[in-house]
């Protein structure tokens, strides 16, 4: 959820967003929710999360699919790439910042990842709660651990990745650089502990 509603804040605010799906399975969140529409693939979570952008499916497995994905960066003058692939596939699907930097020169390129850019663990919300600490500060003191009624390490991901994007675009506007940014959803998740590490580590509380 982490990359669909930090797309979903740049859609509202106006950007021109454009979701890749694989052409075989796509998104399978769009088969998550109700069929409010009477549409196929179109179910009320996907909805939620993806309204005013456009979609498109490229096989990026396949040569043709990395050359199409590369005319349309050039094309369509794309300002923001942003990815949520394990990192083990970005040279292999096209999509590292070094080849498409070659592309455009000036692109702020984002890769979103669990644990870091040299960790290929996969990685989810409740996950991220659990290893974090957030689910430990979560119900009641006699029982277990709970996980948090919003997902929290994922939309606090979003809220992260969108700061930095800002500080990108204003950055790009200065000195007409691009950058790589690397976000993990763990270091986010963690960043939320503040007061609770502070407190424990420092105050013995």
């Known amino acids: 959820m982490v990359v669909p509603y930090l797309t979903y804040r740049l859609a509202m605010d106006g950007m021109k967003v454009i979701r890749l799906e694989n052409p075989a399975q796509g998104d399978p969140n769009r088969m998550v929710g109700d069929n409010v529409l009477n549409e196929e693939r179109m179910n009320s979570y996907f909805l939620c999360i993806n309204a005013g952008k456009k979609a498109i499916t490229l096989n990026l497995a396949k040569p043709a699919g990395r050359e199409l994905l590369q005319k349309l960066i050039k094309d369509l003058d794309v300002d923001i790439f942003v990815t949520n692939q394990l990192p083990r596939n970005y040279k292999k699907l096209g999509i590292d910042y ?26 989810y919300d409740p996950v991220l709660q659990a290893r974090s600490g957030l689910m430990d500060l979560t119900g009641e003191p006699d029982r277990e651990p709970q996980v948090l009624g919003i997902p929290l390490s994922d939309l606090g991901t979003s809220e992260h990745a969108y700061g930095l994007l800002m500080k990108a675009i204003f950055n790009r506007s200065v000195t007409g650089q691009g950058c790589r940014i690397d976000l993990s959803m763990f270091d986010s998740s963690v960043s939320w502990l503040a007061v609770p590490i502070t407190m424990t580590a420092s105050f013995g509380r």
């Open 98 to 123: 070094e080849i498409l930097k070659a592309v455009k020169e000036d692109i702020i390129w984002m890769g979103i990842t669990g644990f870091g850019p040299d960790s290929d663990e996969g990685a």
